[in-house]
């Protein structure tokens, strides 16, 4: 079965450096999202992308991240200047359509831990 | 906004008891529920999902039934397995505002000791 895969598995970054988390969703999907998990609390919705562009994303996501899809398989979320608070299990996920019945396709994610 | 309760955990079985993992929602509109399951070192995989009142999902011996009157949608497995120990995440997905992102609960961790 497709897999979503993420990379690396783990990131240890110093506080103020820029880190930038990879996936590679599903061939065939087309919307793309981010989520985070921080240790111990509910997974949290970042940002969703369509068409080569965000088609919506929470407050978390601020000026501080970015998202991109560089080429035809990778989709990037980059963190400019982490902060201590960006410690968390980073989640990517696609689906092949958008609705309410559609579930999503997760990969096992990427820790990051700030230092 | 919607949202997700689901009951704190740990939740510690002996091998082939019986489980009840609850899960109630508040949403507009008339939303899609979702277990998803996180075994450790891995992503959520969706373990099932009903998307309308009264169906029911199964899979893996688990299901779920959909009730709009006391807006629950709780897990249950009638003999659970050691393998089944893995965190548990209830989730929704509505047409709100057109969004169909999903609303995650906290996730409940289960525990099956042999």
């Known amino acids: 079965e497709p897999e979503v895969t993420q990379t690396p598995s783990h990131q240890v970054t110093q506080m103020g450096q820029e880190v930038i988390l990879r996936c590679v969703p599903i061939?065939?999907?087309?919307?793309f999202y981010w989520y985070r998990q921080i240790l111990g609390q509910k997974v949290e919705f970042l940002v969703s992308?369509?068409?080569?562009?965000?088609?919506?994303k929470s407050e978390i996501f601020d000026d501080q991240f970015s998202v991109e899809r560089p080429d035809g398989s990778n989709f990037t979320l980059k963190i400019r200047s982490t902060k201590l608070e960006d410690s968390a299990m980073y989640f990517c996920?696609?689906?092949?359509?958008?609705?309410?019945?559609?579930?999503?396709?997760f990969g096992d994610g990427t820790r990051l831990s700030i230092l | 906004g919607d949202s997700v309760t689901q009951m704190e955990g740990p939740v510690t079985l002996s091998e082939e008891a019986f489980l009840t993992i609850n899960c109630t929602y508040t949403?507009?509109?008339?939303?899609?529920l979702f277990w998803y399951v996180q075994y450790p070192g891995e992503g959520l995989q969706l373990l099932l999902k009903?998307?309308?009142?009264?169906d029911k999902g199964s899979n893996k011996g688990f299901e779920a039934t959909y009730r709009k009157e006391t807006t629950s949608f709780h897990l249950e497995k009638g003999s659970v397995q050691v393998s089944d120990s893995a965190v548990y995440f209830c989730?929704?997905?509505?047409?709100?505002?057109?969004?169909?992102?999903?609303?995650f609960g906290r996730g409940t961790s289960l525990i099956v000791h042999p």
């Open positions: 989730a929704l997905s509505a047409a709100s505002g057109g969004s169909y992102i999903p609303t």
């Open positions: 996920a696609s689906s092949d359509w958008q609705g309410a019945r559609q579930p999503q396709h």
């Open positions: 009903a998307t309308k009142a009264d």
């Open positions: 992308f369509y068409n080569n562009e965000i088609s919506e």
């Open positions: 949403a507009t509109g008339y939303p899609s």
């Open positions: 061939s065939n999907h087309l919307y």
